[in-house]
C-alpha cells in the first residue's frame, strides 16, 4: 500500500497557499507518496470528514493562484485563540476525534500551513500523537522562529502599489491620504509598505502615537512646499493610551477584528490641521491575488522542505526561512509570542532617517 500525507490550510489565507500545496504534492509523488488535502481548515478532520486527494496532474498552474483549493477558516471548532490574542484550550474530545480520523485514513503525517493560531493547534495535535509538520503562513509576518512568512512579501507589494496609486491622487488634490493596511497586533506590512511606498507617517502598534506629531509632520511637510502628505496605518495602531479600534468583537470560536483606526486617524487629522483628509482601507485586497515571485519561491522552497521533515520523521518542528538556508525549528519556539517590529531595528531606524514619522 502507497503511504499517504495529509496537507490542511488554516487561518485567513493568503498568496502561495497553494504554491505551498504543489511543491507538497510533488515532493511528496516523487518519493511515492499519495496525498490527501483536508477541507476548511482542521475542521476537515472531524466527522464528516471532508477531504480530497490531490492530484499531481492538477497542481502545474497552482504555482500562482490565489487563495486555497482545499479552504480555511480562522474560527473553526478548533480554535486556539480569541480575543485580543489570548489562548483557549481545544477541547479534548476534539483532539481525540481528529486523531481517530488521522487514525483511520492511514496517513503517514499531517503538514500545517498556517499562523500562529493554526500552528498553535498544530502542536496541540502533535502532543496528541499525530505526526506533524508546519509551514509557516501570515501576510501579518508575525511569527517568530522564521526571518519572513510566505504571503507576507505579496501583501507588501499590494500595499506599496496603494500608496503608489494614493500619491498621484493626493498630489493632484493637495490632500492627506490615510491608508489602513492589515496586520493584526504587528506592524510589519504598514512599515515594509510605508518605507517602500514613500510615506511620510507611519503608525504602527509598536509605537503608540500622538495627534499632535502626526500633525506637526503634515505641517512641516507643508512648510516644505509638500501639500500632500501619506499617512500609513496599521489596523492595530492605536493612539497612545487608548484600546485598539475594533470593527467585530471577538467571538466565542475568533479573535476580535480590527478595523476602523484608518477613519479615526483621517478625522482627527483633517480637524486639527483643516486640510482635506481621505482615508482607503486596503483590506483584504492585500490576501487576494498571485504570490509574488519571492513568495512563489518562498513557498515552494517550504513545501518541499516540509515533505523532508516528514521523511525524516522530524515531527513537532516548522519549517523556517533563517537567510539564506530553509532550517527546521520547534513548534514551540514559532508559536505563542507575536514577532513585533522592533524598535531598535534596522526598519525603524531606516524610517526615521528618512524623516518619516511614527507618531511618537
Ligand atoms: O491574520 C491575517 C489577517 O488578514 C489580519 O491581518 C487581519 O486582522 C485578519 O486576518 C482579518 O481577518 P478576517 O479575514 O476574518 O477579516
Redesign the pocket.
Known sequence: MRECVGIMTG????PGLNAVIRAVVKSATKRGWDTIGFLGGYDGMLEPMRYRTLDYKEMDALLFVGGTILGTT??GRFSAKTGHGELTEIPREILDEAKRNFQKLGLRALVSVG?DGSLTIAQALFEHGIPIVGVPK???N?LEATAITFGFDSAVACATDALDRLRTTAQSHDRVMVLEV???YAGW?AAHAGIAGGGDVILIPEIPFHYDRVCARIAERERQGKRFTLVVVA??ARESGQDYVTS?AAEKH??A???GIGAVVAAQIQQRTGKETRVCVL??L??GGAPTTFDRLLCTRFGARAVELVAEEKYGFMVALRPPDTVAVKLTEAIGRLRTVPLDGDIVHTARSLGISFGD
Open positions: 487561518g485567513g489565507d493568503c480562522n474560527k499562523g501570515t501576510i501579518d508575525d492589515m496586520g493584526r506590512i489596523e492595530g467585530g475568533r479573535e477584528r480590527l478595523g483590506g483584504h492585500q490576501r
